[in-house]
């Protein structure tokens, strides 16, 4: 959802505090399609002058999700914090003049800003989540994963194949294995 900061710039020192729902439906990361289950951020926003614009945003984004391990189905919660410094009188995908005093990361939230007076809070919800994504989600925190034999869910029983000894058996081994593999694939 977009909202209008056109009020909160008439006049010098002002605030504004509220609380803005997250309209897009898919979260879209790395090639992968998440839908969105839950979303809104809470904006403080405070312009002390000139159309400089202080925001602190706690985001709230619930993802559906697979378990990296088992591929069961789950909903990851994220609880999200970011402030940063909006300058709207910055054009998006204009360079900073001088970049040692840019902060980089205000950088990314001038595309956050639509026709200098808009803040798109999809987008800045988006950019925040798309720094925090974690390298893999779990269903539980020792899930056996799959057997890579059967492909029976290990966390419904054993199944009995005995190539299983080849694979860890301890969880805490198996995440291990999990890392190794994902550093090998990169
Ligand atoms: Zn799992
Ligand atoms: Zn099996």
């Known amino acids: 959802m977009q909202i209008d ?3 909160l710039t008439a006049a010098n020192d002002t605030r504004k505090e509220c609380t803005v729902p997250i309209d897009a439906a898919v ?8 839908p969105v289950e839950e979303g809104f951020v809470v904006l403080r926003m405070h312009h002390t002058s000139d159309r400089q614009v202080e925001i602190e945003a706690d985001v709230r984004i619930v993802l559906g999700m697979v378990c990296s391990r088992c591929a069961a189905p789950l909903s990851e919660p994220f609880d999200l914090t970011v402030s940063c ?11 900073p003049k001088d970049t040692e005093e840019e902060n980089e990361e205000d950088d990314a939230f001038v595309n956050c ?3 200098d007076r808009f803040l798109d809070v999809d987008t800045l919800a ?18 056996k994963g799959l057997c ?10 054993d199944c009995g194949c005995s190539a299983t000894a080849d694979e860890p058996k301890d969880p805490r081994m198996a995440r291990i294995a999990d890392l190794f593999k ?4 990169v």
């Not at 009188?89 to 204009?94: L, R, T, V």
């Open 113 to 115: 800003v639509m026709n």
């Open 5 to 7: 900061l056109s009020e």
């Open 85 to 95: 410094l909006l300058d709207l009188n910055k054009k998006a995908g204009e360079k």
């Open 27 to 34: 979260f879209s990361f790395q090639k992968e399609e998440y």
């Open 148 to 157: 890579p034999v059967c492909g029976k869910n290990l966390n419904e029983g």
């Open 126 to 143: 988006f950019e925040t989540l798309s720094e925090n994504m974690p390298f893999a989600v779990y269903c539980k925190e020792d899930c």
């Open 182 to 185: 994902n550093v090998k694939e």
